[in-house]
Nanobody, 114 residues
Framework: QVQLVESGGGLVQPGGSLRLSCEVS???????MGWYRQAPGKQRDLVAS???????YYADSVKGRFTISRDDAKNTVYLQMNSLKPEDTAVYYC?????????WGQGTQVTVSS
């Protein structure tokens, strides 16, 4: 059974950085991997996605600050988050899309606060 496990969340000061990792029990080869986030009372929104190193997407709110990457050999996707803002506070979820199949991780909390 494919499972996704996020890690790297925590408390960070505004302007700080975090790197989130998503380890997938199954292969991520030929998948689209994405990071989503959900703040209390808000919908779950796409932050960034990646099909290949040359094919990435970023939400306008994080463009220029976040970088998504993948290591297919390690079945892992990363989200490097720089210049963090309080508005980035949310639970961050890893997503695996393969065809019409969507899989989600359990989420990791990111809190940006002084």
């Amino acid at each position: 059974q494919v499972q996704l496990v996020e890690s790297g969340g925590g408390l960070v000061q505004p302007g700080g950085s975090l790197r989130l990792s998503c380890e997938v029990s199954g292969s991520i080869f030929s998948t689209t991997m994405g990071w989503y986030r959900q703040a209390p009372g808000k919908q779950r929104d796409l932050v960034a996605s990646i099909r290949s190193e040359a094919d990435t997407y970023y939400a306008d709110s994080v463009k220029g600050r976040f970088t998504i990457s993948r290591d297919d050999a390690k079945n892992t996707v990363y989200l490097q988050m720089n210049s963090l803002k309080p508005e980035d506070t949310a639970v961050y979820y890893c997503n695996r899309r393969y065809g019409s199949t969507w899989k989600w991780g359990q989420g990791t909390q990111v809190t940006v606060s002084s």
